[in-house]
């Protein structure tokens, strides 16, 4: 199946500190969406993204769909203890109507 | 809260057994995705239901199999169950007819096969 390289696996940050995590394809893909989970629970959704080059912003989260459609990215602003968890990015491929793949999650951890 | 549940929250069954798991899709959602997520990876897709018929199919073996009802709740069945199906199953709703497919996720079943 599609295989989506998110990275970093996992970071450690001080609290107030900005984070940066991106995924890439090796397909062009029709939308982005980044979620976010918590322990023993699904996944929430953070944002979602639509058309190459979009920038969008929820609170402290933004989020860019990559300009060749290959890639996403999500960054956290002034970052605080309630963001530790998993983050995880979620791209559709162009010639799917309805599957998803998901990349293997970003371990945040957020030091107070 | 997405609206989003699923039943039952946890699950324990042996080998060779036969499970089902439910989802009820939030309010006005015509459509339903299920994924397998094993522990400390991303959520892999199974397969989704619109109008009750199965409308794709991910990598999973014919013992994974489903059901979408006129309510547009599903069920996720899986026969002869073996020890690698222990995972985290989630479900999601979408509202296919938007031009876009984004989905909400229900709380998961967790499933371990013993």
């Known amino acids: 199946g599609q295989q989506l390289n998110q990275s970093p696996q996992s970071m450690f940050i001080q609290e107030g500190e900005d984070v940066s995590m991106n995924c890439t394809s090796s397909s062009i893909f029709n939308t982005w969406l980044w979620y976010k989970q918590d322990p023993g629970e699904g996944p929430v959704l953070l944002i979602a993204?639509?058309?190459?080059?979009e920038l969008t912003s929820n609170g402290r989260l933004t989020a860019q769909f990559g300009i060749t459609r290959k890639d996403s990215f999500l960054n956290i602003s002034a970052s605080i203890p309630s963001d530790v968890g998993i983050y995880f990015c979620?791209?559709?491929?162009?010639?799917?109507?309805?599957?998803?793949?998901f990349g293997t999650g970003t371990s945040l951890t957020v030091i107070p | 809260e997405t609206g989003v549940t699923q039943s039952p929250t946890h699950l324990i069954k042996t080998r060779g057994q036969q499970v089902t798991l439910r989802c009820s899709s939030q309010s006005g959602h015509n459509t339903v995705s299920w994924y397998q997520q094993a522990l400390g990876q991303g959520p892999q897709f199974i397969f989704q239901y619109y109008r009750e018929e199965e409308n794709g199919r991910g990598n999973f073996p014919p013992r994974f199999s489903g059901l979408q009802f006129p309510n547009y709740s599903s069920e996720l069945n899986v026969n002869a169950l073996e020890l690698d199906d222990s995972a985290l199953y989630l479900c999601?709703?979408?509202?296919?007819?938007?031009?876009?497919?984004?989905?909400?996720f229900g709380p998961g079943t967790r499933l371990t096969v013993l």
């Open positions: 979620a791209g559709q491929p162009w010639n799917t109507g309805n599957q998803f793949y």
């Open positions: 999601a709703s979408s509202l296919r007819g938007r031009g876009s497919w984004v989905q909400y």
């Open positions: 993204l639509y058309k190459a080059g």
